[in-house]
């Protein structure tokens, strides 16, 4: 079995200052996690991915995630946010001894940043 | 990079049509594509995963005559909503996969039943 949890509903931040979306996982076998981005009335955005390798992972438009084995978390982080980071964002994770490519994605954590 | 599109953007239609929504991977084969249905600020619920030239495989609780996905080439699915309620207004998303590479998504298409 695999699930996503992201424990923030919403994550409001002034521009500027560090941005952190958390987001942890459960699976049964070796992890690979995702972070998509949405905005309104449009398709997720693919912004990086952890397979295997170094723990942090850099992404599109300045976000990085941290991979953490110990504590099953991939939070996702941004040192410097701009008001146009203001989005829907979606952890996912699918279990490597999965077969079907189908990923699980967590409730959305509603980014604000004001200006 | 790898481009999904999906047409058409919005719909709407009365009660009792049928409304079909195409979903292709511009530039890749796509192994797997998926549908998903998604209720305002909350996450994708994934109603079906689709393999080219094989019947979809249906979620729990979607019905399959209800909503018809045919994949019939490596770069095209589709989901048909047959006889339509407004309780079927949605958002509407394709994703689409070649051999577990990240899913790259459509850019949605909001269905409105009146």
């Known amino acids: 079995a695999q699930s996503v949890a992201q424990p923030e509903d919403q994550v409001n931040v002034a521009e500027g200052n560090p941005l952190t979306v958390k987001c942890t996982y459960s699976?049964?076998?070796?992890?690979?996690l995702f972070w998509y981005v949405q905005y309104p009335n449009r398709g997720l955005q693919f912004l990086l991915k952890y397979i295997t390798g170094d723990n942090l992972v850099k992404g599109s438009y300045g976000f990085e995630a941290e991979f953490n084995k110990s504590q099953t978390s991939f939070h996702l982080k941004k040192p410097s946010a701009l008001v146009s980071d203001s989005a829907l964002y979606f952890c996912a994770v699918r279990d490597e001894l999965s077969n079907d490519y189908k990923l699980s994605f967590g409730a959305g954590t509603t980014v604000t940043v004001r200006a | 990079g790898a481009v999904v599109s999906q047409h058409p953007s919005w719909v709407i239609c009365k009660s009792g049509t049928s409304v079909k929504i195409e979903c292709r991977s511009l530039d890749f084969q796509a192994t797997t594509m998926f549908w998903y249905r998604q209720f305002p600020k909350q996450s994708l619920m994934l109603m079906a995963t689709?393999?080219?030239?094989?019947?979809?495989?249906?979620e729990q609780g979607v019905e399959k005559d209800k909503f018809l996905i045919n994949h019939a080439s490596l770069t095209l699915s589709t989901l048909t909503v047959t006889s339509a309620h407004p309780e079927d207004s949605s958002f509407y998303i394709c994703s689409a996969t070649l051999a577990g590479s990240p899913l790259h998504f459509g850019n949605g298409t909001r269905l409105t039943v009146t």
């Open positions: 689709s393999n080219e030239g094989s019947k979809a495989t249906y």
């Open positions: 699976v049964s076998g070796n992890p690979y």
